[in-house]
Structure formats: structure tokens, C-alpha cells
């Protein structure tokens, strides 16, 4: 009897095992199936940019850094912008010159590095934009910041800014190599000023692994501070298993596989598409923050991380926000660090038929009452008008203190989205009704209507909020933390610049 149980035991669980594998080979089957189904690749997926920059490059100094992406644009112009065929060169399409997309029709193609030069600098401050952006995403505060005696560094973060193939083989540590040489080129112009960085999701990530590098091995040059906007500092644990997709596809020689979504290339300064090795950067690069952190935590040097400014939406669909707190403000010690979040919009009443839950945010807000950092919240003032304030509780203290900030929730915005942080109401290009004239496509306020399933650009990207409706106050405070508010004259009331 036991015998014949036994046999029936093993018998079942082959049965089990074999079903397990066919199941597992047919959602294989199927998720092959469907990813086959993108559309072609273009000539811009396709094309491998040797010119760009990488860790072990030959670059020593950020004038060769900027010698080589001149080779890189010129490359990209030869062998992607000449091969679009006549079906591609479409009035939206960033590789088409003379596009309404073409980058080449603003005054300044924002894909490339550039600086802002200050004789007497105030501070040097270096900007480090996002993944899949460009380093036109931080131009706005590249002006303000200029215009109140900031020396300006943009960085072009390698694999950005050209076309979506350079996504698919740039690491993490190329981004890094990259900051290292504008960080040396920001203290030589620094002349003893201090040096600030501002990185915005991918670039937040950079700025604050930049930080502790630097705190590990002082021979680095000293940042002095940081803002982030919107910083990546946690991604989905999905993004630990997209680079076997990846690899499937190279086995089944499927280069489809490589991508995560293919969009036409309608944005100047952004790509559409993205690529799954985008994502695998994304999560090395917050693991390894993460072992920072725990290394310098265990040799008693957290204390000598720069003072933090960092601005997200309590709901991000591109990063973690609670990460945010639990994996960087909860893991500091006091040392000036700042957080504000902008709340949901509460008069909209969008609650019920939200999917973007803001409860971890606020469970992990409320995990740690004796909070090393000065928390702030931008909310409505009450749940019948659309005006807001600024409730802030320093860090220690167990008193809340209003502000007043003289601003409104636009009345159709239920929340502000990852993308939205650094952009103005008036950008050329994201901004809403007030904006600037563009010199070509305006991708702001889009409110297309037709059937659904028609466009290939889905209507939850089209109607995402592009611009910031406070980022007046996130400019303000910007320069107000770095101490880069100009004096006003002796014959004015004293109050800061506008910021933009």
C-alpha cells in the first residue's frame, strides 16, 4: 500500500511539474507573440553610435567629453537622420529635418551639453536630466539659475539626447564616469564657490551616487548640496528580470525583444521608445546607491553627505516616491535634508477611480515620527478651494507651520506626474495655455479626440501633465537653498527675483 501511494505521489507530482513548464512555455510563447507585434524597428532602434562616450574612453577632461559628442552628432547626422525613408519623414518626426519635431528648429538644440558661463561665479552648479530625456528638461532652471550668478553646467548623460539605440548597451557606470568628468570641470571653474548638483529621476540617482562616492573618497570634488526632482532613488523589483528579456530575445534572435514599447519619435528632446536595458540601469543604479549607503553607514560617514532638497509627487508612475523616504531620508542622519511633496489635488474628488493609491506614501511618512528631516506638503488649503499651502514640520519637531503660497491648482489637474517637476506653465514645449511660442511641435495641453486604439501614441501619455503648475515655488526654494537669491536693490522692498 505505501508502495502504490508512493508511485501515485510521484505520478502526480511529474503530472504537476509537466503542466507547470507547458504553462511556463506557453506564456513564453504568447509574451513573444505579443511583443512581436510592435511595431518595425526604425533606423533609429537599429544603429550602434560608436562615437559615444563610455567609462573606458579615452576622455580626460570635459572639453574632450564635448569633443567626442560633436563627433556623436555628426555620426548621428550621417548614418540615422540621412536614412529616413520617405514613409518616416513625417511633420512629427525628430529625424526629419525640418520637422515640427526637429530639434534643429529651436534657437539652441538642447540635446547636447552645453554651460553657461559667469565671470565672478556665485556657485557652479551641474545639471544631470533624466532617462530617456534630454538636458533641455532643466533648462528653465539653467536660466534661473544663471540669471542669479550660477556658472551652469548642462551634462548630456551618455546613451541621451541622439537616438533610442544608444539606450540599449550604455551602463550605469558610463552615467557615472560622465558626472565624475563635469564635476572636476565644475570645481576648476569654481574658484572656491561652492558646487551644487540638481538631477531630475535618472539624474537624482546620479547626483546623489556622485555624493557618496565623493564622501567615500575625498579626492573626488566636494558637491555642496543637492536638489532632485522627482528622483529615482526605487524602481519596480520588475526591473531586476527585464534584462532576460532581453536576452530571450537575443536567443531567439527577436530584436524586438529589446524594447519595451516603440513609439513614433515625435518629441525633440525625448525618446519614445524605451529600452529594456534603460530599466536594468535603472535598478543597478539604486541597488548600488543602496550598498553606498549601507557601506558608509557601517564607517560612521553619513553625517557627511551634503544638505538634500528633494521635490516629488506623493504619485509617481515612473518611480518609487516611498522608496524616496524609506530607502534615502529615513537612511541619513540630520543634516539639513528637506522634503517636499506635492498632495493630490483633493477638490478634484478623483479619490474613488484613482488607481495611483497615495497611502503608502503617507503610511510611510507616518513610520517615523521622530524624522531627521524637515518635511513639506503642498495641499489644498482646505477641501473647497483649489489654492494651496505649504505645511512644514522640521525635522525633530512635533508643530506644523503653514505658508501661504499664493498659488492654485488648475481646475481640470487632479495631481502632478513624474515628468511635470521642472517645467513651467509658459515651456514652449510642455507648458499649458500661457506658454511661450514653440518653433515647432507643442506637446503641453494635448486633448485629441477620435476612436480609441487609433493613434499609436496612447491617450494616457498625451493627456499626462507635462508642466508644473507650482514651479514657481520649486524654483524659489531651489535658490533659496543653495543661497543663490539675488539682493534686491536698497530702493525696493527686499524679495527674491522671479525664478522664471
Given at each position: 500500500?505505501?508502495?502504490?501511494?508512493?508511485?501515485?505521489?510521484?505520478?502526480?507530482?511529474?503530472?504537476?511539474?509537466?503542466?507547470?513548464?507547458?504553462?511556463?512555455?506557453?506564456?513564453?510563447?504568447?509574451?513573444?507573440?505579443?511583443?512581436?507585434?510592435?511595431?518595425?524597428?526604425?533606423?533609429?532602434?537599429?544603429?550602434?553610435?560608436?562615437?559615444?562616450?563610455?567609462?573606458?574612453?579615452d576622455v580626460t577632461t570635459?572639453?574632450?567629453?564635448?569633443?567626442?559628442?560633436?563627433?556623436?552628432?555628426?555620426?548621428?547626422?550621417?548614418?540615422?537622420?540621412?536614412?529616413?525613408?520617405a514613409d518616416e519623414s513625417?511633420?512629427?518626426?525628430?529625424?526629419?529635418?525640418?520637422?515640427?519635431?526637429?530639434?534643429?528648429?529651436?534657437?539652441?538644440?538642447?540635446?547636447?551639453?552645453?554651460?553657461?558661463?559667469?565671470?565672478?561665479?556665485?556657485?557652479?552648479?551641474?545639471?544631470?536630466?533624466?532617462?530617456?530625456?534630454?538636458?533641455?528638461?532643466?533648462?528653465?532652471?539653467?536660466?534661473?539659475?544663471?540669471?542669479?550668478?550660477?556658472?551652469?553646467?548642462?551634462?548630456?548623460?551618455?546613451?541621451?539626447?541622439?537616438?533610442?539605440?544608444?539606450?540599449?548597451?550604455?551602463?550605469?557606470?558610463?552615467?557615472?564616469?560622465?558626472?565624475?568628468?563635469?564635476?572636476?570641470?565644475?570645481?576648476?571653474?569654481?574658484?572656491?564657490?561652492?558646487?551644487?548638483?540638481?538631477?531630475?529621476?535618472?539624474?537624482?540617482?546620479?547626483?546623489?551616487?556622485?555624493?557618496l562616492d565623493a564622501v567615500?573618497?575625498?579626492?573626488?570634488?566636494?558637491?555642496?548640496?543637492?536638489?532632485?526632482?522627482?528622483?529615482?532613488?526605487?524602481?519596480?523589483?520588475?526591473?531586476?528580470?527585464?534584462?532576460?528579456?532581453?536576452?530571450?530575445?537575443?536567443?531567439?534572435?527577436?530584436?524586438?525583444?529589446?524594447?519595451?514599447?516603440?513609439?513614433?519619435?515625435?518629441?525633440?528632446?525625448?525618446?519614445?521608445?524605451?529600452?529594456?536595458?534603460?530599466?536594468?540601469?535603472?535598478?543597478?543604479?539604486?541597488?548600488?546607491?543602496?550598498?553606498?549607503?549601507?557601506?558608509?553607514?557601517?564607517?560612521?560617514?553619513?553625517?557627511?553627505?551634503?544638505?538634500?532638497?528633494?521635490?516629488?509627487?506623493?504619485?509617481?508612475?515612473?518611480?518609487?516616491?516611498?522608496?524616496?523616504?524609506?530607502?534615502?531620508?529615513?537612511?541619513?542622519?540630520?543634516?539639513?535634508?528637506?522634503?517636499?511633496?506635492?498632495?493630490?489635488?483633493?477638490?478634484?474628488?478623483?479619490?474613488?477611480?484613482?488607481?495611483?493609491?497615495?497611502?503608502?506614501?503617507?503610511?510611510?511618512?507616518?513610520?517615523?515620527?521622530?524624522?531627521?528631516?524637515?518635511?513639506?506638503?503642498?495641499?489644498?488649503?482646505?477641501?473647497?478651494?483649489?489654492?494651496?499651502?505649504?505645511?512644514?514640520?522640521?525635522?525633530?519637531?512635533?508643530?506644523?507651520?503653514?505658508?501661504?503660497?499664493?498659488?492654485?491648482?488648475?481646475?481640470?489637474?487632479?495631481?502632478?506626474?513624474?515628468?511635470?517637476?521642472?517645467?513651467?506653465?509658459?515651456?514652449?514645449?510642455?507648458?499649458?495655455?500661457?506658454?511661450?511660442?514653440?518653433?515647432?511641435?507643442?506637446?503641453?495641453?494635448?486633448?485629441?479626440?477620435?476612436?480609441?486604439?487609433?493613434?499609436?501614441?496612447?491617450?494616457?501619455?498625451?493627456?499626462?501633465?507635462?508642466?508644473?503648475?507650482?514651479?514657481?515655488?520649486?524654483?524659489?526654494?531651489?535658490?533659496?537653498?543653495?543661497?543663490?537669491?539675488?539682493?534686491?536693490?536698497?530702493?525696493?522692498?527686499?524679495?527674491?527675483?522671479?525664478?522664471?
Amino acid at each position: 500500500m505505501p508502495l502504490r501511494l508512493g508511485r501515485v505521489f510521484h505520478h502526480t507530482l511529474r503530472t504537476v511539474v509537466y503542466g507547470l513548464i507547458g504553462m511556463f512555455i506557453t506564456l513564453i510563447v504568447v509574451f513573444v507573440l505579443k511583443m512581436n507585434d510592435l511595431p518595425d524597428l526604425s533606423v533609429w532602434h537599429e544603429t550602434e553610435l560608436d562615437e559615444e562616450f563610455t567609462v573606458d574612453s579615452d576622455v580626460t577632461t570635459f572639453k574632450d567629453y564635448l569633443a567626442l559628442e560633436d563627433r556623436l552628432f555628426k555620426q548621428l547626422d550621417d548614418l540615422v537622420r540621412t536614412k529616413v525613408v520617405a514613409d518616416e519623414s513625417t511633420q512629427v518626426n525628430r529625424f526629419s529635418k525640418g520637422s515640427l519635431s526637429d530639434p534643429g528648429r529651436w534657437p539652441q538644440n538642447w540635446n547636447h551639453s552645453y554651460e553657461m558661463p559667469v565671470n565672478s561665479p556665485r556657485a557652479v552648479v551641474v545639471l544631470l536630466h533624466g532617462m530617456t530625456d534630454s538636458p533641455y528638461s532643466l533648462h528653465a532652471f539653467a536660466e534661473a539659475l544663471h540669471r542669479n550668478g550660477a556658472y551652469v553646467i548642462g551634462l548630456r548623460i551618455p546613451g541621451h539626447g541622439t537616438a533610442p539605440s544608444g539606450l540599449l548597451r550604455v551602463t550605469w557606470q558610463d552615467m557615472a564616469a560622465a558626472v565624475k568628468l563635469a564635476m572636476r570641470h565644475a570645481a576648476a571653474q569654481a574658484h572656491g564657490q561652492p558646487v551644487f548638483i540638481v538631477g531630475y529621476s535618472n539624474g537624482g540617482a546620479l547626483a546623489v551616487n556622485y555624493a557618496l562616492d565623493a564622501v567615500a573618497d575625498p579626492s573626488l570634488p566636494q558637491v555642496n548640496r543637492l536638489v532632485l526632482l522627482s528622483p529615482e532613488i526605487g524602481v519596480s523589483r520588475a526591473a531586476a528580470f527585464a534584462v532576460w528579456q532581453a536576452r530571450l530575445g537575443v536567443l531567439l534572435g527577436l530584436e524586438k525583444l529589446s524594447w519595451t514599447g516603440l513609439l513614433p519619435e515625435y518629441d525633440p528632446y525625448k525618446y519614445g521608445s524605451f529600452a529594456v536595458n534603460a530599466a536594468d540601469v535603472a535598478y543597478k543604479l539604486t541597488d548600488q546607491i543602496q550598498q553606498q549607503i549601507t557601506a558608509l553607514g557601517k564607517q560612521n560617514k553619513l553625517n557627511g553627505v551634503p544638505p538634500i532638497l528633494a521635490f516629488s509627487s506623493i504619485v509617481d508612475a515612473t518611480v518609487l516616491a516611498p522608496d524616496l523616504i524609506e530607502h534615502l531620508f529615513d537612511r541619513l542622519p540630520a543634516g539639513g535634508h528637506e522634503l517636499v511633496l506635492f498632495d493630490i489635488n483633493r477638490v478634484a474628488q478623483m479619490e474613488p477611480i484613482l488607481n495611483w493609491n497615495p497611502g503608502r506614501m503617507l503610511t510611510a511618512l507616518q513610520a517615523n515620527p521622530g524624522k531627521t528631516f524637515t518635511l513639506s506638503l503642498v495641499m489644498n488649503k482646505d477641501d473647497k478651494t483649489l489654492e494651496v499651502l505649504l505645511a512644514s514640520q522640521q525635522a525633530g519637531a512635533d508643530n506644523t507651520t503653514t505658508t501661504d503660497l499664493g498659488l492654485s491648482w488648475p481646475r481640470t489637474v487632479y495631481s502632478l506626474s513624474h515628468v511635470a517637476l521642472p517645467f513651467p506653465p509658459d515651456d514652449p514645449l510642455y507648458g499649458g495655455e500661457g506658454r511661450a511660442k514653440s518653433p515647432g511641435v507643442h506637446l503641453g495641453d494635448l486633448a485629441l479626440r477620435g476612436e480609441r486604439g487609433v493613434l499609436q501614441v496612447p491617450a494616457d501619455e498625451m493627456l499626462r501633465m507635462r508642466w508644473n503648475p507650482f514651479y514657481s515655488f520649486v524654483a524659489q526654494k531651489t535658490l533659496q537653498f543653495l543661497n543663490l537669491e539675488k539682493p534686491a536693490p536698497a530702493t525696493q522692498d527686499s524679495s527674491p527675483d522671479p525664478a522664471h
